[in-house]
């Protein structure tokens, strides 16, 4: 890396390092993060040995959360540079042993697959396929199990399902491997057969399939206790493979209901004066224990998310709550330079190796604690994002948001030939997708869906509010569904009935507008078939749309990003909500019960929310948020 490089990324953090002590918890400790661990990744210090390791990729995780959160460019650019320092242009990466078999090298692959999804690089998913290739060879138990390493035979730890298997599930269901599945509920399910102590509900650290480990239980294979991190890690591994896992498995019952039995053990163990955990967590009254940071991190960040992806009933949040409330009293310091630190975390515990680490309780209790080591760091973070999540009001009552798949139904084919459906959906983290804007929807406490099929009475019916954006035409698709009188009807009644229906449309090069306007008409609405607001290259002044103080919809704006839109001609019962000079930007009507909200661009899309692009200036992000809140403020209060 060169030296301008070194000094930009360095400067970049130190000034976020400032910036961020006004923002979240979560914040701050990520610019504390990005300002003290790891120089060398970035290439400050080239003198020191740097590994490919997990410890990273937990950190990297916290900030990608945030970046999802905040939109703001550092986070990105930190996670791209710091993958980049080891992955090259043809998808190698440096200091990666593929036949060390040692899982715990898997886990930055995450990292690698939002890198590839946000800015296509081939060499991210190239790297990416390194580690997959690695998991097709990963020595196993007799039944399936991975080994933790290769250096450790026939041994499955805890931890090793947090580093290998969300990243499978990941890779698997982006690239259309659902014989994975299968594999993935297995080791998880194995597991816990193995491991779990029937009286408590734990899960011992290690199981030996052999039982020659010095430290296994000649009966069980099972090392002798539980270790409250590696508990953590299975925890987490549990809940983030979930988010991804087939919704109609036949084994996503056996998942959840694991993650169930755990966290109903963890519950129990919970210290009740702070909220915390210890480091081993069933022996409390032994003198050398302690409260330890990183377990309790990982045990509040997991059962938050479960319940935030309703994996686990609302009332499991008072678990986290409390445990997070003690984190913060505990172990949160700020110096004094300004830095918010993570004491409390051990730095490391294993079984087995050189010098041998045998189990006992003594050995857990040698190991140095130490201030922001960063597996407990990257857990605070991820922690952190969670609960300000949860705090933030939820107004949409987990109400149902509907994007339309129907009219706008594009596909391409990925980096391996498969179709998928693109431009402007859900899960898409390319410029062109929806994810920010989903996010945003989702933080506001509504539900995101899809409707690939015309739109009827019986398939609107469950949704709040439904948004069709940039209406194929035969240029983007080559059978595309035009809207017609039948489909426009059915809409029109959905709405007057109290629905809140958006229209993102786009310029005339670019979209259909006489089957469109069959809808939009109706309303009093029009969409124009013309272009405005060119801009050519980086000339982005010629996208400004200036926002006039206390405006209805967009409180918290004053410049926004459209560039090439058509106009909107309003009448009755329509009206202009946002111009720029004679061209109507905004539009909206009330039709019985219900709302239209119309605007001649799909301009919320990644590109222009995600941070990476725009000039500050733009508002695009916030916008974002001000429109969610007012669309969830039109629905209907239900009697």
Not at 444 to 450: A, E, H, S, V, Y
Request: positive net charge; glycine residues 8%.
């Amino acid at each position: 890396m060169k030296k301008f490089s070194i000094l930009c990324i360095v400067l970049f953090a130190n000034s976020y390092f400032a910036f961020a002590q006004t923002e979240s918890m979560a914040a701050k400790v990520a610019a504390t993060a990005m300002a003290k661990l790891w120089k060398e990744p970035i290439g400050a210090d080239t003198a020191k040995p740097t590994k490919w390791t997990y410890d990273q990729g937990v950190v990297l995780l916290g900030i990608e959360r945030l970046w999802i959160q905040t939109a703001n460019p550092v986070y990105f650019s930190y996670m791209q540079k710091s993958m980049d320092y080891f992955v090259s242009e043809n998808g190698d990466i440096k200091f990666y042993k593929a036949q060390d078999y040692n899982i715990d090298n898997i886990l930055c692959g995450r990292i690698l697959l939002t890198l590839y999804n946000v800015t296509g690089q081939a060499k991210y998913y190239k790297a990416a396929s390194l580690l997959r290739d690695q998991l097709k060879g990963q020595p196993r138990t007799k039944e399936g199990g991975f080994w933790h390493k290769k250096v450790y035979p026939y041994q499955m730890w805890l931890d090793g399902l947090y580093m290998g298997q969300p990243f499978y599930t990941a890779f698997a269901k982006q690239f259309n491997e659902p014989e994975a599945f299968d594999d993935i509920a297995n080791q998880f399910i194995w597991m816990e057969a193995h491991a779990r102590d029937a009286k408590t509900g734990l899960l011992y650290h290690g199981w030996d399939e052999s039982k020659e480990q010095k430290w296994a239980n000649p009966l069980t294979g099972c090392s002798p206790h539980f270790w409250g991190r590696a508990m953590g890690w299975y925890e987490m591994a549990l809940v983030d493979v979930l988010e991804n896992f087939p919704a109609t498995h036949p084994k996503r019952a056996d998942l959840i209901a694991i993650l169930k039995r755990l966290v109903d053990a963890i519950k129990k163990v919970q210290d009740p004066a702070t909220g915390l955990w210890y480091d081993i967590l069933n022996l409390p009254n032994e003198k050398a224990n302690y409260l330890e940071a990183s377990a309790s991190a990982m045990f509040v960040c997991a059962t938050a998310k479960a319940v935030r992806l309703g994996f686990l009933p609302a009332s499991y949040l008072a678990v986290s709550k409390k445990g997070y409330d003690g984190i913060l009293k505990r172990f949160i310091k700020t110096d004094e330079k300004g830095y918010t630190n993570l004491e409390g975390t051990v730095s490391v515990s294993g079984l087995g190796g050189k010098p041998y680490r045998d189990g006992s309780f003594a050995y857990y209790m040698s190991e140095k604690v130490i201030v922001n080591d960063p597996k407990g760091v990257g857990a605070f973070i991820q922690a952190a994002n969670e609960m300000e999540w949860h705090a933030a009001a939820k107004t949409g009552k987990g109400q149902l948001f509907l994007l339309d798949d129907y009219y706008n139904a594009e596909k391409k084919k990925d980096i391996k030939g498969v179709e998928y459906a693109y431009h402007y959906k859900w899960p898409e983290m390319y410029n062109n997708g929806f994810s920010f804007l989903g996010n945003v929807i989702t933080s506001n406490g509504l539900r995101i869906g899809t409707l690939s099929e015309a739109p009827t009475t019986n398939n609107l019916k469950n949704a709040a509010i439904y948004m069709i954006v940039d209406a194929d035409n035969v240029a983007d698709n080559p059978t595309p569904n035009f809207m017609n009188d039948k489909d426009a009807q059915e809409i029109y009644n959905w709405v007057k009935a109290g629905g809140v229906l958006v229209l993102f449309h786009n310029d005339k090069p670019n979209a259909d507008f006489t089957a469109i306007n069959k809808l939009s008409d109706l309303f009093g609405i029009h969409f124009n078939e013309d272009s405005h607001n060119k801009v050519v290259g980086t000339d982005y002044v010629g996208g400004k749309i200036d926002v006039p103080a206390g405006h209805q919809i967009l409180k918290n704006v004053q410049t926004i990003y459209q560039k090439e839109v058509c106009s909107i001609t309003v009448k009755a019962p329509a009206k202009s909500m946002l111009a720029k000079g004679d061209l109507v930007v905004f539009a909206t009507a009330k039709i019985g019960k219900g709302t239209v909200f119309a605007t001649g661009d799909p301009w919320l899309y990644n590109e222009y929310t995600d941070g990476r692009k725009l000039p500050t200036m733009y508002q695009n992000a916030q916008a974002a948020k001000d429109l969610v809140k007012w669309l969830t403020s039109q629905i209907p209060v239900k009697k």
